[in-house]
């Protein structure tokens, strides 16, 4: 089995982290982590740091939905700059939510970089974290992105990313998956396919997401948010096919984080009335 990677998990300096949980809290309260939770995982006056860490990222609905405004940071053609907006917008198929183009302060600001290393690759911040990006600066990277990429990978980076963007995170991370995998094995595979070190590797693969992140949702081993694991550094042997696209339980959980409104009741036919 090969592997495909989708996106590195791309998180804020540390020194911006306690200013960006605020930050999502005001924006929308219900990322304020419970305090049950809280006190299970840190004790009882955890500090703000730690605290951060279990902040949630989502983004507060509107009554008439989210509209997210797309910026590209590197000239891109039109049709290149449509086809990846109409990718974002695959999660409105049960989400409210919308991504359109636009040249004035974006929210969502789009790169194709390949260098410097730390700016490659696939990756997004993820959910509000994005309030905490200065303006100029890209939120999501889609490395050397071109209308002659394979029409699967618009699928599996681009909606993969704008799950991130959504604040839907890492589905692979989930703690009943990543027990699956065989630790040594997994550091001595992505060391030699990945170049990573064990210390990426770890978080990477290796970290489970703290449970304040999911919502009474089982793991999904085929969601877009999932990364391949192959066979051959599970426990098992068996391997975690990892997602090619949006599938059923990914649109189900977006249309549950951002419903759309209810469908009015169709019209009665007034009694005794011919057409």
């Known amino acids: 089995m090969t592997i495909d990677l989708v996106c590195t998990p791309r998180q804020l300096p540390e020194h911006l982290r306690i200013a960006a949980a605020e930050r999502a809290i005001a924006h929308n309260p219900a990322n304020r982590p419970h305090s049950l939770i809280v006190a299970h995982a840190l004790g009882a006056n955890p500090p703000k740091a ?4 279990l902040t949630g990222k989502r983004w507060k609905m509107t009554p008439k939905g989210l509209l997210f405004t797309v910026g590209f940071l590197e000239a891109a053609p039109a ?15 049960t989400a409210n939510v919308k991504f359109v183009e636009s040249h004035d302060h974006p929210m ?5 970089a390949s260098d410097p290393p730390e700016a490659s690759g ?6 509000t974290d ?6 100029g600066e890209p939120t999501m990277n889609l490395e050397a992105f071109s209308m002659k990429t394979p029409a699967s990978e618009f699928h599996r980076v681009v909606r993969h990313e704008t799950g991130h963007t959504l604040g839907f995170p890492h589905e692979h991370m989930r703690a009943e998956l990543v027990q699956l995998i065989d630790r040594r094995k997994a550091i001595r595979f992505f060391g030699a396919t990945q170049g990573w070190s064990p210390q990426e590797v770890e978080a990477q693969v290796l970290t489970p997401l703290e449970q304040s992140s999911i919502i009474g949702t ?9 990364y391949q694991i192959p066979g ?24 549950a984080i951002y419903p759309k409104p209810p469908k009015p009741p169709a019209k009665k036919k007034a009694a005794g009335k011919k057409n």
């Open 218 to 226: 089982p793991p999904d081993q085929v969601s877009v948010m999932c």
């Open 50 to 53: 730690r605290l951060a860490v």
């Open 122 to 127: 696939y990756w997004s911040y993820e959910g």
């Open 130 to 135: 994005i309030l905490s990006i200065p303006a």
């Open 79 to 93: 049709a290149l700059r449509k086809r990846i907006l109409s990718h974002m917008n695959a999660w409105s198929k």
């Open 232 to 255: 051959s550094i599970t426990k098992s042997g068996k391997p975690i096919l990892g997602g090619l696209d949006i599938d059923k339980s990914d649109y189900d959980f977006a249309g």
């Open 108 to 112: 969502v600001r789009i790169a194709f």
